[in-house]
């Protein structure tokens, strides 16, 4: 094996293990292998080839939306100002707000002097205190917006198994006097999950057997 081969290995193993490390968000472990290996925060990965969009560790956290990571990288010294293939910056290639948020907390940290954060394309600076405070607000609406969903699925399964008046005891209609949405009706089982839509079928054909079972009883 030619000395040039060993050097590809060495870097392929090197950007395999910073991967996986950075996937799992370990963050001690990231920085104590870069320390045991003398690696730089701003090793590039390799190949280059399967990496164009994510040629540095920061533009890989940052893609992945890992804002702790991120963070991690800028203190270590990671330089917020290269670009991948397309001339996409780390900052660039953020998935969240929260993410973005942690550029601009590193901009207040590190200070304007440290980089040329307008070149990295990151907006103005951003104090810890207010980040988290952000961080704070999208949390309470993402949890007022999942319970409220779970509420209105809650209703319109309840809506859905509420008795109603009967009507002709016909096949068609021996469910649908009863309040259940018919088979493949996709206007009632709108908003419903998976584990409602189970179990209002269920219901469903409990409700035909007994309304076939009543019908055997009258003849």
Do not use: C
């Not at 925060?41 to 939306?65: E, K, N, R």
């Amino acid at each position: 094996m030619t000395a040039e081969q060993k050097e590809e290995q060495r870097l392929i193993a090197h950007s395999t293990a910073l991967t996986t490390i950075i996937q799992r968000k370990k963050i001690p472990a990231l920085t104590a292998y870069l320390k045991e290996n003398n690696l730089s925060p701003d090793f590039q990965l390799y190949p280059v080839s399967m990496h164009s969009h994510t040629p540095t560790l920061l533009h890989l956290a940052s893609s992945l939306s890992l804002p702790f990571i991120v963070f991690t990288l800028l203190t270590l010294g990671a330089n917020p100002e290269s670009t991948n293939a397309t001339g996409k910056t780390p900052f660039e290639r953020a998935g969240n707000r929260s993410t973005r948020d942690r550029f601009r907390v590193a901009r207040s940290t590190l200070g304007e002097q440290k980089w040329n954060w307008d070149a990295a394309k990151v907006p103005k600076p951003l104090s810890e205190e207010e980040a988290k405070q952000r961080d704070a607000r999208e949390e309470a609406q993402l949890s007022e917006e999942k319970s409220r969903k779970a509420a209105e699925s809650k209703r319109i399964a309840d809506e859905a198994l509420k008795p109603n008046q009967v009507g002709p005891t016909t096949s068609r209609t021996a469910t649908r006097g009863l309040g259940i949405p018919e088979r493949g009706n996709v206007g009632n089982d709108r908003g419903l999950t998976e584990e409602m839509r189970v179990k209002i079928e269920r219901e469903r054909r409990a409700r035909a057997a007994e309304a076939r079972f009543a019908r055997l009883g009258k003849k």
